[in-house]
């Protein structure tokens, strides 16, 4: 069965607004996720990792006040995309590790007009 | 920074033919992971390899980690179209789990009838 949920699965958005995605690790109880990005056509990029109770990490060239992470849950991290533009349409992507085996959730289609 | 060189990113065979998809790196991993991704949906996990050397099978795909874990191949037997779709190789940096993963460009594969 599914190991991570995301909601909503697709949302539109105004330009300028900010937009807020969900992941719930359904079983487990999940002190780092992961957030990745995946723009069409292309593979997917590692954009920060989600620590539970503490700052999320992010990746060279992701702009840490524009994708906020909040990870307040052992089962529930957010990401908020803050002043959307249409450049950060994208399929965005969580993921958690369980053992040695990383499972995503089913992905937020973000459209920004 | 690692990367994995994925290949190739196109194919297109026909029904009954083999195929071997090669994810390559300078860099060690401590794990290699295979998933296929349908449009629109996050990738699903196919095999995670964490030997050096190490084969596994799953029905008529084969996947092989090198003996200094730094490359991958997954072999299809008789591909069918049902195996179309987007594959995906992603190595982890650590064995910790506390890492996000890197991700080949994918290999986009179609089987024709």
């Known amino acids: 069965g599914a190991v991570v949920s995301q909601h909503p699965s697709r949302v539109i958005c105004k330009s300028g607004t900010s937009v807020k995605i969900e992941c719930r690790s359904l079983?487990?109880?999940?002190?780092?996720m992961f957030w990745y990005r995946q723009f069409p056509k292309q593979s997917l990029m590692l954009m920060a990792t989600s620590n539970e109770g503490s700052k999320a990490t992010y990746e060279q060239g992701v702009e840490k006040d524009k994708f906020l992470i909040n990870h307040a849950s052992l089962t529930l991290s957010t990401l908020t995309v803050t002043s959307a533009h249409p450049e950060d349409s994208s399929f965005y992507i969580c993921?958690?590790?369980?053992?040695?085996?990383?499972?995503f959730g089913p992905g937020t289609r973000l459209l920004v007009l | 920074t690692q990367l994995l060189e994925q290949s190739p990113q196109f194919l297109s065979i026909q029904e009954g033919e083999n195929l071997t998809v090669y994810c390559n790196s300078s860099s060690v991993f401590s794990s290699l992971q295979w998933y296929r991704q349908e449009p629109g949906e996050g990738p699903v996990l196919l095999v995670t390899?964490?030997?050096?050397?190490e084969v596994k099978k799953l029905k008529r795909l084969t996947f092989q980690f090198g003996d200094a874990r730094k490359d991958s191949s997954l072999h299809i037997t008789a591909a069918q179209p049902g195996d179309t779709g987007l594959y995906l190789c992603?190595?982890?940096?650590?064995?910790?789990?506390?890492?996000?993963?890197?991700f080949g460009k994918g290999t986009h594969l179609i089987i024709q009838p």
């Open positions: 079983d487990f109880q999940a002190t780092t």
């Open positions: 390899v964490v030997t050096g050397g």
């Open positions: 993921s958690l590790n369980r053992g040695k085996t990383q499972y």
């Open positions: 992603a190595g982890a940096r650590s064995g910790g789990g506390a890492d996000g993963l890197t």
